[in-house]
């Protein structure tokens, strides 16, 4: 046990796409570019949330956490996926891996129960709107981001460690690009039944409950846009919430398949590729779905980008 230790210490070999070398420099120009477009476009909305005073609102407030959230969670992933494709060294060591399995899960997380406190919101704009300003007050907003920011890192806390110090009985190689829970518990060599349940059941707080929340929500406002009799109200309110439906779809489908099925049904090839998903593309897309579909964004920018040209 202390050699299987030893050697776990000493760090990883991620194999990513070594087997595939042809995609490796069409990978690295690929996830490049999105992680370029992803830092842009969520640092505008963060800025213009910032900077214009019609965005100080708790919509906005929710939606600059996270872009906040999504240029944090793609720096802690995407920098050492660049490595691995670009050259021929594929080794991490011991610390870099616990740090990047930390941050990414717990920042993953996050963003679970946040889409959940944005759905919330949206229930609030639309179910509640008269009393809207009353109900979803800046306190309210900060305390609601709070339980998003301490769920997901609690969540890490307990699960990380778990993960990082089972025993590998000399096997470095793990079949994957990035140090995640599901490729390090496929290097186990010992039994991770117990570990998969506790992953499971703190799955169940942290991706389903917060799924669950999103649908009663919808659930709440379906039924309210349905009684509106306008057409122009339907689609206000259909605009109101459509941005955040796509985030949550592409979001959840990626997570619920890589995170909520058994360890001996999961199928390396597809989690690479679902991982490439959900690390480069979902947080590149968030600044477009909200911002191609959103009039308010859409000022702001002109507001800020007129008074720049102004000043040249």
Not at 12 to 17: K, P, R, S, T, Y
Not at 155 to 160: E, G, Q, T
Request: proline share 4%; charged share 15%; hydrophobic share 50%.
């Amino acid at each position: 046990m202390e050699k299987d230790n030893t050697s776990s210490f000493e760090g990883f070999i991620l194999v990513g796409f070594s087997d595939r070398p042809h995609l490796e420099l069409i990978l690295f120009v690929v996830v490049l570019i999105f992680y370029l477009l992803t830092l842009l476009g969520n640092m505008t909305i963060v800025l213009l949330s910032a900077l214009d005073s019609r965005l100080h609102t708790p919509m906005y407030f929710f939606l600059a956490n996270l872009s906040f959230l999504d240029m944090c969670f793609t720096t802690g992933s995407i920098p050492q996926m660049l490595y691995n494709l670009w050259g021929p060294d594929k080794t991490i060591s011991y610390v870099r891996c616990a740090i990047q399995l930390y941050f990414v899960l717990a920042l993953g997380g996050v963003e679970c129960v946040l889409l959940a406190v944005m759905a919330y919101d949206r229930y609030a704009a639309v179910c509640k709107s008269l009393h809207y300003t009353v109900i979803m007050h800046p306190r309210l907003c900060g305390q609601l981001t709070s339980v998003a920011w301490l769920s997901g890192f609690g969540n890490s806390l307990i699960m990380a460690p778990q993960t990082l110090m089972l025993p590998h009985c000399g096997h470095r190689r793990a079949d994957h690009f990035l140090c995640e829970i599901p490729a390090l518990i496929g290097m186990a060599c010992v039994d991770t039944t117990m570990l998969e349940a506790l992953a499971f059941a703190l799955a169940i707080f942290i991706i389903l409950a917060p799924l669950i929340l999103i649908l009663v929500s919808y659930g709440y406002i379906a039924g309210t846009v349905l009684r509106i009799k306008s057409a122009a109200g339907r689609k206000k309110a259909f605009n109101t919430c459509s941005s955040h439906l796509i985030v949550v779809s592409l979001f959840y489908g990626t997570i619920i398949y890589m995170y909520l099925q058994p360890a001996n049904t999961y199928s390396q090839d597809q989690g690479k590729f679902l991982t490439l998903f959900y690390t480069i593309v979902t947080p590149s897309v968030n600044p477009l779905i909200y911002t191609l579909r959103n009039k308010d964004v859409k000022e702001a920018m002109k507001k800020v980008l007129g008074k720049g040209s102004a000043e040249v």
